[in-house]
């Protein structure tokens, strides 16, 4: 099942308050594809998060295609997050897109801990700079 987009998340996101929100995120993680031990590697690893997470990024065509994966609950649920702006779309797309911007909206630095957050911007770089390899290759 395909992450809903994300102005779709943002429209239930804005009706919670706390705690639904961390179970909306939660719920959002579950709906992560699984990926596999083999590709949850030290290269695949995010660097700067305080629990693991894991990306891992493929190409269908022009479109980029990401598998993910997180050690906590609420983590994997912000990868989902992250991922649900850039899934499946064109290379170049996601390499012109402001996802920052994108996520603005749901003011995580607001709503969750620093430790929490302080991975997001270099998620979003390692998202960003594969889809700028992949928009070359191209």
């Not at 239930?12 to 949850?40: N, S, V």
Request: aromatic share 6%.
């Amino acid at each position: 099942m395909p992450l809903p987009p994300l102005h779709d998340i943002y429209d239930e996101f804005e009706m919670l308050d706390g705690e639904d929100r961390y179970r909306l995120l939660i719920d959002l993680g579950r709906q992560l594809e699984p990926m596999t031990d083999a590709l949850k590697t030290d290269a695949s690893k995010v660097p700067g998060c305080s629990a693991s997470v894991w990306v891992y990024p493929t190409a269908e065509g022009a479109s980029l295609h990401f598998l993910a994966d997180s050690n906590a609950a609420i983590t994997k649920g912000i990868v989902a997050l992250v991922l649900s702006a850039v899934q499946d779309k064109p290379a170049d797309e996601v390499a012109r897109m402001d996802v920052t911007a994108a996520l603005a909206p749901f003011e995580l630095g607001k709503h969750l801990s620093a430790n929490r957050t302080q991975g997001v911007p270099n998620m979003i770089s390692l998202v960003k700079d594969t889809a700028k390899r992949y928009a070359a290759a191209a």
